[in-house]
């Protein structure tokens, strides 16, 4: 009975384990494809800095169609959050560069790029998400 279970739970975690590579961003899939085949600690930076860009340009287009899409007095607001947004990546920034150089070893150098990373990550998904709620009006 129990071999019976095995075969069945490796079957399992195989779907999910696809399941969730269909469901992530093509810019995570990407980066993670590109750190599976340079596992180094460049490759990594190489791969995280790739995706950091691709985040930040896709924000950037989103901001342009956040702009088209608001009336002017969301969007006075939205500006208004968008540069107290810069100012807290800025400044975390900062702290991200003063807690990681305490850090020794280069595994820390890929972590502290994939943190920075987040930041953009974050806004730009915020900033997709508003645009589908846009869509709702």
């Known amino acids: 009975m129990k071999l019976f279970f095995l075969p069945v739970l490796i079957l399992m975690m195989a779907f999910s384990f696809a ?3 269909e469901k992530k961003d ?3 899939a990407r980066m993670d494809a590109a750190m599976h085949d ?8 190489d791969a ?8 930040d340009d896709r924000m950037n287009e989103d901001y342009a169609k956040l702009k088209n899409q608001m009336p002017p007095d969301e969007w006075s607001a939205f500006i208004k959050a968008q540069k107290a947004w ?7 920034i900062e702290s991200l560069g003063i807690t990681y150089a305490k850090m020794q070893g280069t595994m820390w150098l890929p972590a502290r790029a994939h943190a920075e990373m987040d930041l953009t990550k974050q806004r730009s998904q915020f900033m ?7 869509t709702e009006r």
């Open 128 to 134: 997709q998400k508003t645009l589908e709620l846009l």
């Open 48 to 55: 995280i800095s790739v995706a950091k860009r691709e985040w």
């Open 38 to 45: 340079n596992p180094s600690t460049a490759g990594m930076l």
């Open 19 to 21: 399941y969730e590579q």
């Open 26 to 28: 093509p810019i995570e």
């Open 86 to 92: 810069i100012a807290y990546r800025d400044v975390q």
